[in-house]
């Protein structure tokens, strides 16, 4: 037996039937009932934000013309699932929502962002080791959060640290290794500004992070910052392809598998922008078979969320960008069908690659329906990138708008809703 259909999607099933977009159901409504109904409070009730009142689920079952029994089930089914959520906070099998909010439990106990040693003005190997934990739970907030609410947070822990290493008295072997641990947040604050679209202030976290790893010693961290670097630099229009080259030079003595398929990732996805196809294969290919290895080195934590999915969802985005949507469309749909909405900006960037791509392939409702799924998790992310790369997207749709799934796609990426903050 089928679950019954929830309010949000009841609605726009049926609206889909009738043929209309949420602006022409907003009309209907508003004729029928003599009172102004917007375009957006149908959007809201078809996503879920906000449910029909009494009043209006009349309406809106006359104009659809079902019984409103139908509705008023939906609304009632709608209602005791979220009273049981409210019961269930926290708990059921949602691994990745336990992660999150053990995360910020973790957090709450420490912040605000000043490191405490707990021995004094006098650094050693553990306080290096607390500094390490408190930035690999910050890390974790990026999974969930876009830079601009997490880039203050970041900024204020590396100015803590810092000052806090900078004022300590400790061996030359600490103090190697709390630069390691400045390199580590600088790339982290950095990162999210990148995020927040702060490009200026972004490189020069980098440039910090890079300077802190040379200092540590480190050449994965500085390879590291690089390519950090050159990211940016293409998403500015400008790839570098020779930063990309010696943010691998420079680790490759001493990267892990991971770091390694990391740095051969963003360099395949230069390449990709400047026109290289053939470059970027190689360094796909690469990625994809070193991120296999085994190594009993352990991986540093900046990479945890390396894996076979991540390599072949940026082969994805190459093959699109390289307008191969033969190859793209298979790929990205198949790692996107298990990729969680819980990470809604990753996700969001990831789906209007596919949504180029089958709009190369000319399969303009599929690449419609795409972008709609893009917007809902784009909503309220504190990242202009997934905003961006919509509107993106929407560009190449508008010249066939005339389609009801377009036209309802284009629209719902006007809605305030996907708007990012910061």
Same mark, same amino acid.
């Given at each position: 037996?089928?679950?019954?259909?929830?309010?949000?999607?009841?609605?726009?099933?049926?609206?889909?039937?009738?043929?209309?977009?949420?602006?022409?159901?907003? *009309?209907?409504?508003?004729?029928?009932?003599?009172?102004?109904?917007?375009?957006?409070?149908?959007?809201?009730?078809?996503?879920?934000?906000?449910?029909?009142?009494?009043?209006?689920?009349?309406?809106?079952?006359?104009?659809?013309?079902?019984?409103?029994?139908?509705?008023?089930?939906?609304?009632?089914? =709608?209602?005791?699932?979220? &009273?049981?959520?409210?019961?269930?906070?926290?708990?059921?099998?949602?691994?990745?929502?336990?992660?999150?909010?053990?995360?910020?439990?973790?957090?709450?106990?420490?912040?605000?962002?000043?490191?405490?040693?707990?021995?004094?003005?006098?650094?050693?190997?553990?306080? /290096?080791?607390?500094?390490?934990?408190?930035?690999?739970?910050?890390?974790?907030?990026?999974?969930?959060?876009?830079?601009?609410?997490?880039?203050?947070?970041?900024?204020?822990?590396?100015?803590?640290?810092?000052?806090?290493?900078?004022?300590?008295?400790?061996? =030359?072997?600490?103090?190697?290794?709390? =630069?390691?641990?400045?390199?580590?947040?600088?790339?982290? !604050?950095?990162?999210?500004?990148?995020?927040?679209?702060?490009?200026?202030?972004?490189?020069?976290?980098?440039?910090?992070?890079?300077?802190?790893?040379?200092?540590?010693?480190?050449?994965?961290?500085?390879?590291?910052?690089?390519?950090?670097?050159?990211?940016?630099?293409?998403?500015?229009?400008?790839?570098? /392809?020779?930063?990309?080259? =010696?943010?691998?030079?420079?680790?490759?003595?001493? !990267?892990?598998?991971?770091?390694?398929?990391?740095?051969?990732?963003?360099?395949?996805?230069?390449?990709?922008?400047?026109?290289?196809?053939?470059?970027?294969?190689?360094?796909?290919?690469?990625?994809?078979?070193?991120?296999?290895?085994?190594?009993? &080195?352990?991986?540093?934590?900046?990479?945890?969320?390396?894996?076979? *999915?991540?390599?072949?969802?940026?082969?994805?985005?190459?093959?699109?960008?390289?307008?191969?949507?033969?190859?793209?469309?298979?790929?990205?749909?198949?790692?996107?069908?298990?990729?969680?909405?819980?990470?809604?900006? *990753?996700?969001?960037?990831?789906?209007?690659?596919?949504?180029?791509?089958?709009?190369?392939?000319?399969?303009?409702e599929q690449a419609a329906a795409v972008t709609e799924h893009a917007v809902r998790l784009a909503g309220g992310v504190g990242s202009v990138r997934p905003v961006e790369k919509i509107q993106e997207v929407v560009r190449r749709l508008k010249p066939h708008r005339s389609s009801p799934a377009?036209?309802?796609?284009?629209?719902?990426?006007?809605?305030?809703?996907?708007?990012?903050?910061?």
């Amino acid at each position: 037996m089928h679950e019954p259909a929830g309010i949000g999607e009841l609605l726009r099933r049926l609206r889909r039937e009738a043929g209309r977009s949420q602006s022409e159901q907003a *009309d209907v409504l508003s004729e029928r009932a003599g009172r102004a109904v917007t375009r957006n409070e149908v959007s809201r009730w078809e996503s879920g934000k906000r449910m029909p009142t009494p009043y209006w689920q009349q309406h809106c079952a006359d104009s659809f013309g079902v019984p409103v029994s139908i509705l008023k089930q939906a609304v009632a089914t =709608a209602k005791a699932k979220r &009273r049981l959520g409210r019961q269930e906070h926290h708990g059921g099998d949602d691994v990745q929502r336990r992660e999150f909010f053990g995360t910020m439990a973790g957090l709450a106990v420490s912040l605000p962002g000043a490191v405490r040693s707990g021995t004094g003005p006098r650094l050693g190997m553990g306080d /290096v080791r607390t500094m390490l934990v408190r930035t690999a739970r910050l890390r974790r907030l990026d999974d969930y959060l876009g830079g601009a609410d997490t880039v203050h947070l970041y900024a204020t822990e590396l100015a803590a640290t810092t000052k806090l290493v900078r004022d300590a008295s400790c061996t =030359a072997a600490v103090r190697k290794a709390c =630069a390691a641990v400045i390199a580590e947040q600088a790339q982290l !604050a950095g990162w999210a500004a990148f995020d927040a679209g702060m490009h200026d202030v972004a490189k020069r976290y980098h440039t910090t992070g890079f300077t802190a790893a040379r200092e540590a010693e480190d050449p994965v961290l500085a390879g590291n910052a690089l390519s950090f670097l050159a990211y940016q630099q293409v998403a500015v229009g400008k790839p570098d /392809v020779e930063t990309d080259a =010696a943010s691998y030079a420079t680790a490759e003595c001493r !990267a892990t598998p991971k770091v390694r398929a990391l740095l051969l990732d963003r360099m395949a996805w230069t390449h990709a922008v400047a026109g290289q196809a053939d470059a970027a294969d190689r360094a796909l290919a690469e990625a994809a078979e070193v991120v296999r290895r085994q190594d009993d &080195r352990p991986e540093p934590d900046w990479v945890f969320w390396v894996d076979e *999915d991540e390599i072949k969802i940026m082969a994805g985005r190459c093959w699109t960008q390289l307008r191969r949507p033969l190859r793209a469309v298979p790929v990205l749909a198949d790692v996107l069908s298990r990729y969680g909405d819980t990470h809604a900006r *990753d996700k969001a960037m990831y789906l209007t690659s596919l949504a180029h791509a089958y709009l190369d392939a000319r399969e303009v409702e599929q690449a419609a329906a795409v972008t709609e799924h893009a917007v809902r998790l784009a909503g309220g992310v504190g990242s202009v990138r997934p905003v961006e790369k919509i509107q993106e997207v929407v560009r190449r749709l508008k010249p066939h708008r005339s389609s009801p799934a377009v036209a309802e796609a284009i629209e719902s990426a006007a809605l305030p809703a996907a708007t990012p903050r910061g």
